[in-house]
């Protein structure tokens, strides 16, 4: 039973106003100045800080763990919120954590406390209320397997309410009904996990391969988390400041759903959709004939993909949001070219474009 929406109650907050720009909260590292710039530590904080600005008629940016954003060379002039909300509680099988945790914290605690379900999301950058926002998904598990609820603050009616997951909008390909929309803000998560050492079925060949066990099995949680951190190391998705490749917002391009897939894409693989067909992206990009690494020898070179990973556009150091939406469209437009099929971003774009 969830409880009742109720409207926020307001209150008085000190705040202190920290000049930043989004190159230094950003995983890719571009981007602009971050206009007024506020930390906020508590749910309470990040509502009052929201509605004051909402008040003023000021536009406001929430910013969790920055990995999935990209922000123009101009910034963003209005109130940029980031989230460092930070409490988190195991209590049985679920699992409650604010929404500015860091996502692997979570998984890593709950593995501690015997409890699977989150093992094949592990290493994934960013913060625990991203999580929600495009259902997170990775080797076989996606966040609405395990989601139970989340709190929600609603800028439109002031009020505070949880949601569970059938409220969310899960279902087509990385959607949910907080992606395309400023309106709510998620305060906090909860996840129900599964009092268990062993993890759920393996489904992706690549991890079952990676634990020398058939899809379908199922292996130790801690073996499955080793496995997904080696793949995902092994790939540049494990965010060090030395590695350029991991200077990204991990997969830049979302996987296409369509209606109807083109001719001229008939040889590509298709996964069925609650939306249509979806075709990997990663498929499209290396038969359009980009592969890993391609770019660095392409325009002034401070733009390339990953050459661990054909979905990762990288900042190859000193790259301006303004070189990424160059280098991203002239990716796109090679794809569209070949395959009949045009890419669209799965990270969020704020004050720039590709097209």
Request: hydrophobic share 40%; with cysteine; net charge negative.
């Amino acid at each position: 039973m969830y409880p009742r929406a109720k409207p926020y109650q307001s209150f008085q907050v000190a705040f202190i106003t920290v000049h930043t720009t989004f190159s230094a909260i950003t995983t890719m590292r571009l981007g602009g100045p971050a206009g007024e710039y506020e930390v906020a530590h508590s749910s309470e904080q990040l509502i009052a800080l929201i509605q004051d600005a909402d008040a003023q008629g000021k536009p406001v940016l929430v910013v969790g763990g920055g990995s999935n954003l990209i922000v123009g060379d101009q910034g963003f002039d209005g109130l940029v919120v980031g989230v460092a909300t930070s409490g988190l509680s195991i209590e049985g099988e679920f699992v409650r954590v604010q929404a500015g945790v860091d996502w692997d914290t979570v998984v890593a605690a709950s593995l501690e406390a015997g409890l699977g379900g989150l093992e094949a999301l592990s290493g994934i950058p960013g913060s625990a209320g991203g999580t929600p926002v495009q259902n997170v998904g990775a080797y076989g598990t996606l966040t609405s397997d395990v989601l139970h609820d989340v709190t929600v603050f609603d800028r439109e009616s002031g009020v505070v309410e949880r949601w569970g997951r059938d409220r969310c909008g899960f279902g087509s390909h990385r959607q949910s009904a907080f992606k395309h929309t400023d309106r709510y803000v998620i305060l906090d998560v909860s996840f129900r996990l599964t009092a268990d050492t062993r993890s759920r079925p393996i489904r992706y060949s690549g991890l079952a391969e990676r634990l020398g066990i058939e899809i379908g099995d199922v292996a130790s949680i801690d073996e499955v988390r080793g496995a997904v951190l080696s793949l995902r190391g092994e790939r540049g998705m494990l965010l060090d400041e030395e590695n350029h490749d991991t200077w990204s917002v991990g997969s830049f391009f979302i996987n296409p759903v369509l209606a109807e897939v083109p001719d001229k894409a008939h040889q590509a693989p298709r996964y069925p959709d609650p939306a249509g067909i979806k075709l990997p992206a990663a498929w499209l990009i290396e038969h359009a004939g980009f592969s890993r690494g391609y770019g660095q020898d392409w325009g002034n070179g401070r733009v390339a993909l990953s050459t661990q990973h054909t979905l990762a556009v990288t900042n190859r150091g000193g790259a301006t949001t303004a070189d990424v939406m160059k280098f991203a469209a002239h990716i796109r437009d090679g794809v569209e070219t070949e395959f009949g099929v045009r890419l669209g971003p799965e990270c969020r774009l704020v004050n720039c474009e590709f097209g």
